[in-house]
């Protein structure tokens, strides 16, 4: 299919993927974590509760690909916002280092996070 | 006794002015006139001078599309009525190069277009006496409506990333293809996919999806591009995962 | 492309290049409504930084997450959260509604009408968010 390799399609795959994985999970755990425990709407669950659930391997995997798909997600977008509202192309360099640099950073920061975690 | 509306139309005479500026007339507002009737009243008998395309005045050949209050519109499928009191403002489309008045450089898409290669590709044609290629109303169906296209460029015109990149080779262009592509009887894939998979073809598209809410013809060139992003990217990853397949 | 041969020459009349204003997106409802969707990515890697520090505090035991929820309902993150979250559900809506224009899906020789594939995406976000629920406050 390819004419030539590139990494624009796995890249856009990554932010297809990403894209659907934050649309699905973000907002439940923003609405918990964010708003109805701290603010007491419902009884915030125990920390060994909570310890028990994030310490669980397969748990620590999927937070691991939640943390990255989603960083990656908002990288490339954040990107193109860039170029598209305010016509920043000739930075790219720079913007490109910010955007997915920071990704990888807090992809890593997540995978450290995770794998001591417990 | 009929209403009138003010149209004020874009003028831009290169040998006498720099930059284009508005002139205002007055035009009858009937209820059964489109914008081009109003253009051609001030053609007929307002002002000689100002200088529009237009050709089939009825939604097939194209060519007479403009900015209207800042939406790119087909001026022969819009009612004057329907923007009374007024006044309209009539534009050339953008995002291309203006050539005198409404009149704008369609150079660069004509090109864009026969990169894509719009027409059925064979690897090689059968003989005469095979017959003709048959194709089920099922088959028909998957490029249907990308065949709608008139290439009128209103989705170049609201189209910002093409704004911004000229090169980006745009909404009705990677349409036209897919409408190739999805064809039983096309074999030219693999060429077009040479400009396609570019990032002046489909990757530089955000999805903005302004091309199709314009589109006149309900061709739908956003989600073109996107079905052809998830085809190629996914095409990708299998040579990713599987680099033995296929080559 | 045409942009170097279409220059100004002697034998063809000079074009008016208007240039696109950096502030564009301002100018139509639908454009704002693009980038605001856009800017939704920021937001998104708030929250990602935001649910960070709730492991880092989970890990460093009771009292680290109890500071974490007191932290979390002072006003300023609040407010921050507040505006993540509309901007979260922003991308979400739009990403589904979307979701069919990519997807085309066959099922018996036939094409799913658009609508099915943005309520399947509407029904899995409902599992999604019903099984968040249950794990977490089980
Ligand atoms: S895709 Fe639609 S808007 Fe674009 S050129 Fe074709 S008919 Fe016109
Ligand atoms: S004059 Fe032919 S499409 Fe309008």
Redesign the interface.
């Known amino acids: ?6 990494i ?3 890249v ?2 990554l932010f ?1 993927v990403g ?2 994985v ?14 109805a ?3 007491g709407w ?1 009884a ?2 125990s ?5 028990a ?2 310490g669980h391997p397969l748990v620590r995997v999927l ?1 691991f690909f939640l ?1 990255t798909l ?2 990656l ?6 990107r ?2 860039l ?5 920043l ?1 000739h930075l790219q360099e720079l913007i490109l280092l910010v955007s997915y640099g ?1 990704a990888f950073v ?1 992809s890593v ?2 995978g450290v ?2 794998w ?3 | 006794m009929v209403d009138r509306i003010t149209v004020e139309v874009a003028r831009y005479r290169p040998e006498k002015e720099a930059e284009p500026s508005f002139q205002a007339y007055e035009v009858p507002c009937r209820k059964d006139w489109v914008i081009l009737d109003g253009l051609n009243h001030i053609k007929d008998h307002l002002d000689g001078t100002l200088s529009y395309r237009w050709s089939c005045r009825m939604g097939v050949c194209g060519s007479c599309g403009m900015t209207v209050n800042g939406e790119p519109k087909l001026t022969c499928a819009t009612f004057l009525a329907d923007y009374a009191p007024g006044p309209l403002r009539v534009e050339p489309l953008r995002n291309f190069p203006i050539i005198r008045d409404v009149i704008v450089d369609i150079d660069d898409f004509m090109q864009k277009l026969s990169a894509v290669k719009p027409w059925l590709i064979r690897d090689a044609e059968k003989p005469l006496a095979e017959g003709e290629y048959r194709q089920t109303p099922a088959q028909l169906d998957e490029y249907k409506q990308f065949s709608m296209c008139i290439n009128c460029m209103l989705c170049y015109s609201a189209c910002p990333v093409y704004g911004l990149d000229p090169e980006f080779i745009g909404p009705a262009a990677i349409a036209l293809a897919q409408r190739y592509n999805l064809d039983s009887r096309d074999q030219g894939a693999r060429q077009r996919d040479e400009v396609l998979s570019k990032h002046e073809g489909i990757w530089s598209c955000t999805f903005v999806g302004e091309c199709t809410k314009v589109c006149p013809k309900h061709v739908d060139p956003a989600g073109a591009i996107q079905r052809y992003k998830l085809s190629s990217a996914m095409g990708s990853v299998k040579d990713f995962l599987m680099p033995w397949r296929g080559k | 492309m045409s942009t170097e041969r279409n220059r100004y020459t002697e034998f063809r009349p000079r074009w008016y290049r208007p240039k696109m204003s950096t502030w564009w997106w301002l100018k139509r409802w639908s454009s704002l409504a693009f980038i605001l969707r856009e800017l939704s990515s920021i937001f998104i890697a708030w929250f990602i930084y935001f649910f960070l520090r709730l492991v880092h505090a989970l890990g460093r035991g009771d009292a680290a997450y109890r500071e974490f929820l007191a932290w979390a309902a002072s006003p300023g993150i609040v407010v921050l959260n507040g505006i993540t979250f509309a901007f979260v559900l922003f991308h979400a809506v739009t990403w589904f509604n979307l979701a069919p224009q990519a997807m085309v899906v066959h099922l018996g020789g036939k094409r799913l009408p658009g609508a099915l594939i943005a309520g399947a995406n509407y029904a899995a976000w409902v599992v999604a968010t019903a099984l968040v629920l249950w794990i977490v406050s089980r």
């Open positions: 299919m390819m004419a030539r390799r590139s624009e399609p796995l856009w795959i297809s894209g659907v934050a649309a699905m999970f973000v907002p439940v755990l923003l609405f918990l974590f964010g708003f425990y701290p603010l419902l915030s669950p920390h060994a509760h909570l310890v659930v994030v937070l943390c989603c960083l997600h908002a990288a490339h977008r954040f193109y916002t170029y598209d509202g305010l016509q192309q920071g807090g920061a997540a996070l995770l001591q975690f417990g």
